[in-house]
C-alpha cells in the first residue's frame, strides 16, 4: 500500500510514510499499528503535520531542569525559558511543560508544534516511557497525556537522539546523511539521525551501545570493570569507562584522591603523571567504542556532547586510535565536537518536527 491510502495520516517520528494497517482507540487517543511501529497521537480529525505552523517548540525535559526553545522555521531562537524540575511528581511535570508552551506562544503570538526531548525513551510495545533515570516518567504514558493537556501531537524522543537531530539540522553534523552523536557525560547516551530524523529503532533503543560491554578489553580494562556494576544491572558496560563519571573513577583508583573532571584536566596541562595516564586510557576506550560503532553502523559523522567532548585533545589523538579497531584498518569518520553544547538538546526537540 503507498503513502496516502491510509485510513488516517498521523505523522509522529516513527512517520517513514510507511501504511496503516489497523486502528484501535486507547485513552482517547488512537494508537496505529504498522508493520513493525506504533505511533501514537491525537484524535483522527485533527491535523497532525507541521502544516500551518512555522513556529517550532523544543522542550528538553532534564532531571533538575525544563528548558524551552522557540525556533523560527530558519532555526532562528524567538523565545528560551528555564524552570526547575518538579522532581518525583509526572502531573505537575506536565503542567510545568505545559505552562512553558504557553509561555512560550503567549510572548511570540504565535502558536507551534511541541516537540520533547526526555531523559529516557518510549516504548514501541507499550506506548509509555522505560529507561529514564527521571524514574517518575517510567511506565507512563508521557505523549498521549502530554497530548491531550496541550490539544496537538506531541513528538517525544530520547535526549542524546535530540542531540543527534539538532547537529544533523544546523550543527557539527549538518549535510552528513548518517550522523552518530554521544553524549559523555555523567552517563554515556547516543542517538542516531538519518537524514536530520530520529532513528529511534523498533525497541526504541537504537544508539544505545553505552550498555554494550567495553569491547576489546585489556587487562587494565578488567581491573576498572571489577570495580562497579552498571545501573542497567549488566556488567562491564561501556558507559562505565567512558562517561565523565568513570574518567574520575579512573583517577581515584589510581590515586586514591577523588577529584572532579575538570580538576583533572588542569592538572594534565600541569604534567600530572596520573592525569596523563588516566587520559591515555579514557582515549583508548573511546576508540574501541567508537570503532564498535564504525564496525556496525559506520556513520558519515561522530558528533561528541557533554562534559569529556570539551576535552580538546580527544579529537586529536582519538581518529587516528579507532583505524586500527575497524576491520581493514581504514577510517576517515570525522569526529566533530556538538556546536550547540547544552542547546543541543532543546533545538534538537524542537527540530523533531523538521521543515516541511
Ligand atoms: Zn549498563
Known amino acids: 500500500m503507498m503513502r496516502g491510502h491510509c485510513a488516517v495520516r498521523i505523522a509522529s517520528r516513527y512517520d517513514n510514510g510507511s501504511c496503516c494497517v489497523a486502528l484501535m482507540p486507547s485513552r482517547g487517543n488512537l494508537i496505529v499499528r504498522r508493520t513493525g511501529c506504533i ?22 525535559l532534564g532531571g533538575t531542569k525544563i528548558e524551552v526553545i522557540a525556533l523560527s522555521n530558519e532555526g532562528q531562537e524567538l523565545f528560551r525559558k528555564r524552570t526547575d524540575t518538579p522532581r518525583f511528581d509526572y502531573q ?23 516537540g520533547v526531548g526526555i531523559p529516557g525513551t518510549l516504548s514501541p510495545v507499550t506506548g509509555r516511557v522505560k529507561n529514564a533515570n527521571s524514574v517518575w516518567l517510567n511506565g507512563q504514558p508521557f505523549d ?55 532513528h529511534s529503532g523498533g525497541n526504541g533503543v537504537a544508539g544505545e ?57 588542569r592538572r594534565l ?15 583508548q576506550r573511546l576508540a574501541k567504542a567508537l570503532g564498535q560503532v ?5 556513520p558519515d559523522v561522530i ?4 562534559g569529556m567532548s570539551n576535552v580538546d585533545r580527544l579529537y586529536q589523538t582519538v581518529p587516528s586510535l579507532i583505524r586500527s579497531r575497524v576491520f581493514g ?23 523533531l518536527w523538521p521543515k516541511a
Open 39 to 60: 505511533i501514537r497521537g491525537m484524535k483522527a480529525e485533527r491535523k497532525s503535520t507541521a502544516e500551518g505552523d512555522s513556529m517550532r517548540i523544543g522542550i528538553d
Open 92 to 114: 505537575q511535570t506536565l503542567q510545568a511543560i505545559a505552562g512553558l508552551v504557553h509561555d512560550a506562544e503567549a510572548a511570540t503570538g504565535e502558536t507551534g508544534t511541541v
Open 144 to 198: 498521549a497525556d502530554l497530548s491531550a493537556l496541550l490539544q496537538r501531537e506531541v513528538r517525544v524522543a530520547n535526549d542524546a537522539n535530540c542531540l543527534a537531530v539538532s547537529e544533523a539540522v544546523d550543527g557539527a553534523g549538518a549535510g552528513f546523511p548518517v550522523v552518530f552523536a554521544v553524549i559523555i557525560g555523567t552517563g554515556c547516551g547516543a542517538g542516531i539521525a538519518l537524514n536530520g530524523q530520529v
Open 209 to 265: 551501545w553505552g550498555h554494550n560491554p567495553l569491547p576489546w578489553q585489556d587487562e587494565a580494562d578488567r581491573l576498572f570493570k571489577g570495580m562497579a556494576d552498571c545501573y542497567c544491572g549488566k556488567h562491564g558496560c561501556t558507559e562505565l569507562f567512558i562517561s565523565g563519571t568513570g574518567f574520575m573513577a579512573d583517577y581515584t583508583a589510581l590515586t586514591g584522591e577523588v577529584c572532579k573532571g575538570a580538576e583533572i584536566i
Open 269 to 283: 596541562s600541569q604534567g600530572d603523571l596520573p592525569a596523563e595516564q588516566v587520559m591515555v586510557n579514557y582515549e
Open 294 to 298: 564504525v564496525n556496525m553502523l559506520d
Open 303 to 306: 558528533v561528541l556532547g557533554g
Open 329 to 351: 584498518g581504514e577510517c576517515d569518520t570525522p569526529i566533530r565536537k556538538a556546536v550547540h553544547g547544552d542547546s543541543s538538546g532543546v533545538r534538537g526537540a524542537a527540530w
